[in-house]
């Protein structure tokens, strides 16, 4: 069919090329990994001719060299200076590990010693795209060939014969006892180092001793005598000469532990840490951010042993592909499922981290005003003015717009004092300086600022703006200072001879007598004393007068019960 006629245009461009079925080899050559795995398990059984299948002997054949006795020497270089690395670590892919610096037709599985030298153990991928074959490389085969492996090894000549002679699982018995004894050693002697260095630690370094110093310290101690126990068990297993095929199968024992060892530092780390805030926050009486630290401690728990699982699981050859797609679906669901009960958790945490509020303090979170009796790990609980209680989910809680009087330093007093139209300049000139007065001398006022203006001619009233701030040390103490000011306010208002304005139109009568003359004289007659002695306190006050007149007026006032000398 040419292109354009009964297809769509691009569509050989665009056309994905058909997947490769590959052929699957009976000995499992086919990857990597179940080339080694065969490999190892022709030496354990002893069948050279069927471990020479998995080397590529093109090239070594034309040299007259003996497959399975090049197989026999092979295994004799690997119990006496070799390694592999461990099965979970090399490709179980058909096409290799794709993300190395090695050709995509090479892998790098171990490396043994001989003459002084280093050889490197590769694989090569031969045979076409649907049935690969991954053999050991010729030049790795070769090199090995040059290599005299008459040498016993060390474990040969210091045990007895019959050991040697009696082979369980196709490893002497020999092997299985020393093999053993270098693991308890490894064990005892890691401990020993970790312990003495601990000890030294603590004995000489100052802060050590210290919570947060000693607590990391202790939670590394374990995993670190782990990691070493293992490094010093691979390295004298290789020294001592122990089988290959011995050191293989606890090869992936060796990864588990590393695994397990990590594990543990996290599950240390994460008990020093919640255990280190959960004491702080005792100290501070943060209930709330105890629970959310508890409740973190055990997520972060169910974590640790969820994929500390699956990873080892995946070491011991499982595959894991499907648990963590599941999980990853079950996560989805999860959280869908849960949405809300984990947008309260984030909003609990957000109120514990950020703090605009603290259990005890009286606050307003939207048209709700109260004081917080609890912050919990779903919602925050504030009883009101009514004394009935009211719950906030903590999302909304923690998105909504907070103001919170507890933490207040002091109160803003800001009346508007509306005289009547009769008043006159001078009688506002007195009481703005009498009441001015009176703010800068009271001993709960602020004098930064203590401002009164007179700030509008209104519609009803001359209306003067005052702007202080009151330092009570609560709210009750404010509501107190701020009558005293009112009423010392209201008396030098009626002293001044006016009175206040009312916000409705005035109807005079004839049995009214109005404003008094006499005082509005004498409050004229003040003013002008001020103005011949260029004493005027307007727009405000001198410094030292400010300063003479600070607290020289009593609180409680004269005549108060809690005034009683």
């Known amino acids: 069919m040419q292109p354009g006629i009964g297809q769509e245009p691009g569509t050989e461009e665009n056309a994905q090329p058909p997947e490769v079925e590959v052929a699957t080899d009976s000995l499992g050559r086919h990857t990597p990994r179940g080339t080694v795995i065969g490999f190892i398990e022709a030496l354990a059984d002893r069948n050279y001719s069927r471990a020479s299948r998995f080397m590529d002997l093109r090239g070594v054949e034309q040299r007259a060299i003996d497959g399975e006795g090049l197989a026999e020497g092979f295994q004799r270089l690997l119990d006496a200076r070799g390694n592999i690395l461990p099965y979970s670590i090399i490709s179980d892919d058909y096409q290799g590990r794709l993300d190395d610096d090695l050709p995509q037709a090479r892998e790098r599985v171990g490396s043994l010693h001989a003459d002084g030298e280093t050889i490197e153990l590769y694989l090569e991928q031969t045979g076409d795209e649907a049935r690969p074959l991954w053999l050991i490389s010729r030049e790795t085969v070769l090199s090995v060939a040059a290599v005299d492996v008459d040498e016993a090894l060390l474990i040969e000549r210091y045990s007895p014969g019959f050991l040697e002679s009696t082979y369980w699982f196709g490893v002497p018995l020999a092997h299985w006892i020393v093999i053993l004894l270098v693991a308890a050693v490894a064990y005892f002697g890691s401990w020993l180092i970790v312990s003495a260095v601990l000890f030294l630690l603590l004995k000489l370094w100052r802060r050590a001793k210290e919570e947060s110093v000693e607590g990391v310290l202790r939670s590394f101690s374990l995993p670190i005598r782990l990691y070493l126990a293992v490094w010093v068990f691979v390295g004298l297993s290789e020294r001592l000469g122990v089988s290959i ?100 958790f984030v909003g609990s945490v957000t109120l514990v981290v950020d703090q605009p509020v603290r259990v005890g303090d009286y606050c307003k979170v939207g048209d709700t005003d109260g004081t917080v009796e609890k912050i919990g790990m779903r919602s925050t609980r504030i009883r009101t003015g009514e004394r009935s209680t ?60 203590a401002r009164i203006r007179f700030e509008e001619i209104g519609t009803s009233s ?81 410094e030292s007068q400010i300063r003479e007149m600070r607290d020289t007026i009593p609180y409680p006032p004269e005549g108060s019960v809690r005034n009683k000398r």
Do not use: C
């Open 390 to 449: 009211v719950t906030i989910p903590n999302r909304e809680f923690s998105s909504a717009t907070i103001e919170n009087f507890a933490t207040r330093d002091r109160f803003l007093f800001n009346p508007t004092i509306a005289l009547r139209y009769e008043t006159s300049t001078d009688q506002i000139r007195f009481l703005l300086a009498e009441i001015r007065a009176i703010m800068y001398s009271h001993t709960y006022v602020s004098p930064d600022p």
């Open 245 to 344: 095929v011995l050191r293989q199968r606890f090869s992936g024992l060796t990864v588990i532990i590393g695994i397990v060892a990590f594990l543990i530092l996290l599950w240390k780390l994460s008990d020093f840490l919640t255990r280190l805030t959960e004491r702080r926050m005792s100290r501070r009486g943060n209930v709330s951010g105890i629970s959310i630290v508890l409740f973190l401690r055990r997520t972060a728990k169910v974590a640790i042993v969820v994929f500390g699982t699956i990873s080892i699981l995946g070491t011991l050859g499982f595959d894991v592909t499907t648990g963590l797609a599941a999980l990853g679906i079950g996560g989805i669901a999860l959280a869908l499922g849960a949405q809300k009960t984990v947008e309260n």
């Open 462 to 542: 001359l209306n003067l703006g005052i702007w202080a701030y009151i330092t009570a040390p609560g709210f009750d103490q404010y509501l107190e200072v701020k009558e005293d000011l009112l009423l010392r306010i209201m008396d030098k208002v009626r002293e001044s001879g006016t009175d206040f304005a009312m916000p409705s139109q005035t109807l005079y009568f004839t049995r009214d007598a109005g404003i008094s003359a006499q005082k509005a004289k004498a409050a004229e007659d003040r003013v002008q004393q001020w103005r011949e002695k260029q004493d005027l306190p307007i727009p405000n006050f001198s």
